[in-house]
């Protein structure tokens, strides 16, 4: 596992997304009722990248993630899919703290990426 400063907490601001791309890692934070939380950007159905538009992640509403393919939708703060084709399934979540108001992930080594 490697650590990764991604950018500074204030820069996601609160019901917001942001995605980032390290090395080979595709991932998005949302910032959600004051918490931060981190997933692969990959929809459990086709394995593809979930925003419709940059950084655009959640559902109409801002409470849930939803995949701009075929609208499966996933919970914020554990990623399980409770709407659409990969129901029961779940997002990738990734290890992520705050640090001196910095948000840092820990990534695995890209070997082990699927
Ligand atoms: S690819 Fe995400 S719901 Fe089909």
């Known amino acids: 596992m490697t650590l990764h400063a991604l950018c500074a907490t204030s820069a996601i601001g609160e019901g917001q997304c942001k995605q980032f791309e390290i090395d080979d890692h ?46 499966a939708l996933f919970v914020i703060e554990d990623g399980e899919c409770v709407a659409g084709p990969c129901r029961g399934a779940a997002l990738e979540s990734l290890p992520l703290t705050v640090t001196k108001g910095e948000l840092i992930v820990n990534l695995p080594p890209p070997a082990t990426l699927r």
Request: hydrophobic share 30%; glycine share 6%; proline share 4%.
């Open 26 to 71: 595709k991932l998005f934070v949302v910032h959600y009722h004051g918490q931060f939380y981190a997933y692969r950007n990959r929809c459990p159905h086709l394995g593809i990248e979930l925003q419709w538009q940059p950084d655009q992640f959640l559902d109409y509403d801002g409470e849930l993630i939803q995949c701009s393919t075929h609208n």
